[in-house]
């Protein structure tokens, strides 16, 4: 038997486009996937066998953004709203008329969660992408000595100006 791996988690699409102008329109997709296991039990005959299912919901939209270099987008809408009642009893003595709710227990429980996606597109020109080179570059040297030295070293602020 091959099982299938399924992805549990958050994707996010980006599609960006810049006009001549300098504006930017994303096309931005995002989707949260939640995997769980569930199991099925068939009789073959009179034998039970127990099949390992998986059961997947998945939360998606898509957005077209317009905005300008730097400005900050947010995206949301990706809600999810989940409730639980849990009702528990003692045998016999929660079926007794009156007294019996004495010993029941009940507990109801509610959830609501929301994605907030936040972007900031930004147009980069020549000068701004050797600053981030540069900081990259340093940040590698700097991760290069610390992997190299047996001792810790505390790391210092970049040097390099973005």
Do not use: C, W, Y
Not at 10 to 31: A, C, F, N, R, Y
């Amino acid at each position: 038997m091959e099982l299938t791996p399924f992805f549990s988690g958050i994707s996010l699409d980006v599609t960006p486009q810049i006009s001549e102008s300098g504006v930017i329109t994303l096309h931005v997709h995002p989707s949260v996937s939640e995997v769980t296991d569930q199991e099925k039990v068939i009789t073959i005959g009179e034998r039970d066998v127990t099949l390992p299912l998986a059961s997947s919901t998945v939360r998606e939209t898509d957005s077209v953004i317009r905005a300008e270099s730097g400005q900050i987008v947010v995206i949301g809408g990706l809600i999810q709203n989940s409730s639980e009642d849990n009702n528990s009893a003692v045998p016999f003595f929660s079926e007794i008329p009156l007294v019996g709710e004495l010993f029941k227990q009940r507990r109801f429980q509610s959830r609501k969660s929301e994605l907030v996606i936040l972007l900031r597109p930004v147009v980069a020109g020549t000068p701004e992408m050797n600053a981030d080179v540069s900081a990259s570059r340093e940040r590698m040297n700097v991760l290069r000595e610390l992997l190299q030295s047996s001792e810790s070293v505390t790391p210092e602020p970049e040097k390099a100006v973005r």
